[in-house]
C-alpha cells in the first residue's frame, strides 16, 4: 500500500464518518446541509494540507537520496583512487626489484666471462 493510497483512504474514511454521523444527528435540513457543506470544506482544505505535506516530504526524502547517493559515488571514486595508488606502488616496487635482479644477472655473466677469457689466456 502506498502512502497515496493510504491518505485517500483515510480521507475518503474521515468524510464517511463524518457524513454518517451528521446524518443521524438531530438537527434540521438546512442547519444539516450548512454542517455538511462547511465540514466538507474543512476536509478538503485538511486534504489539500496533507497533500503538500507528503509533496514535501517527498521533495525532501529525494533531495536526501541524492546527497547520499553522491557520498557514496565520492567515497567510492576515493576507494578506486587509493587502489590505483597501491597497485602503481606495486608495479613500481617489482620494476624496481626486476632491475636488480637484471643488474645482478648482467654483473655476474660479466664476471663469468671475465674469468672464462682469463682462463682462455692462461697457459699456451
Do not use: H, N, Y
Amino acid at each position: 500500500m502506498t502512502s497515496k493510497d493510504f491518505w485517500m483512504g483515510f480521507v475518503l474514511g474521515a468524510a464517511s464518518g463524518f457524513v454518517a454521523a451528521l446524518l443521524t444527528a438531530p438537527e434540521s435540513g438546512r442547519e444539516l446541509r450548512e454542517d455538511i457543506r462547511s465540514r466538507g470544506i474543512e476536509l478538503k482544505e485538511r486534504a489539500t494540507e496533507l497533500t503538500e505535506e507528503a509533496q514535501q516530504r517527498a521533495t525532501q526524502l529525494a533531495e536526501e537520496a541524492q546527497q547520499r547517493a553522491a557520498e557514496l559515488q565520492r567515497k567510492a571514486e576515493e576507494a578506486a583512487e587509493e587502489q590505483r595508488r597501491r597497485a602503481e606502488q606495486a608495479v613500481e616496487e617489482q620494476r624496481r626489484r626486476a632491475e636488480g635482479l637484471a643488474s645482478e644477472v648482467r654483473e655476474r655473466i660479466r664476471r663469468e666471462s671475465e674469468g672464462e677469457g682469463a682462463r682462455e689466456e692462461g697457459p699456451a
